[in-house]
Nanobody, 126 residues
Framework: QVQLVESGGGLVQPGGSLRLSCAVVGFFSDFYAIGWFRQAPGKEREEISCLDTSDSNTDYVDSVRGRFTISRDNAKSTVYLQMNGLKPEDTGVYYC???????????????????WGKGTLVTVSS
């Protein structure tokens, strides 16, 4: 059974940092696309960042590029999202999700991820 377990959310002041973790358990392949998604209050879920574990390519939404970094610890099967320079508009529930290969590629698609975690709340406020 595949499980994704997020942790690391919390309350932080503007300008602060948090590191989110997503432990991936039971996925049938060493390679997959894994993404972080955010759902802000009253808004639709959006993709924040995606990592292709087959070649380590990463992608970020413009609003977080340069502030957030996605990375993976292969030994621990854990993916991280380092968030620096947090802003109030970064507030939301953060989810990780994985997606197996589609054709010859690994990429995120928030409408078609294979497995989701339950989310962790990040609140940026003074």
């Amino acid at each position: 059974q595949v499980q994704l377990v997020e942790s690391g959310g919390g309350l932080v002041q503007p300008g602060g940092s948090l590191r989110l973790s997503c432990a991936v358990v039971g996925f049938f392949s060493d390679f997959y696309a894994i993404g972080w998604f955010r759902q802000a209050p009253g808004k639709e879920r959006e993709e924040i960042s995606c990592l292709d574990t087959s070649d380590s390519n990463t992608d970020y939404v413009d609003s977080v590029r340069g502030r957030f970094t996605i990375s993976r610890d292969n030994a621990k099967s854990t993916v991280y999202l380092q968030m620096n320079g947090l802003k109030p508009e970064d507030t939301g529930v953060y989810y990780c999700a994985v997606r197996g290969r589609r054709g010859d590629y690994y990429y995120c698609d928030y409408t078609d991820m294979d497995y989701w975690g339950k989310g962790t709340l990040v609140t940026v406020s003074s």
